[in-house]
């Protein structure tokens, strides 16, 4: 018998506030000061969410990143159409990644998956017979 672990509701909306929050106003000088910004709270999610059940979870967070980030740069260049969007900002491979003077936007889907790293076959899950354990 297995337990799986998921990234839960409340994390995935607390992750969701913070990428709102960051393409929100239009205080950054330009896509990569956005990136800088934007890439390590990603990053430092995924590791953290990484050892359970979360590829599907880091799936929906990286599509509602990206349409956040071309969103943002959709508003901050008022006349450009998508063909000169993907032509100038979404350089980054594969999968048009937003990209500006070499930094492009974290990939949370390439995050290795590592279940259950500190789980031990001494470790019994909830299910198990009182004294006994069940091997991971």
Known sequence: MSVYTYPSKKALLSIMAKVRALTKKARHHGLADLLGRLNPVLRGWCAYFRHGVSKAT?????????????????????RITWADLYRRFLTGRPG????ENGIV???????????????????????ARAGTSVPA
């Not at 048009?96 to 990209?99: A, C, I």
């Open 105 to 127: 936007m974290f990939d949370t889907t390439t995050v290795a998956i590592t279940r259950y790293r500190w789980r031990a076959s001494n470790i019994p899950t909830p299910w």
């Open 96 to 99: 048009n990644r937003p990209q």
């Open 58 to 78: 880091f799936g929906y967070l990286d599509a509602f990143a990206w349409h956040r980030v071309t969103q943002w740069l959709l508003k901050r260049h008022k």
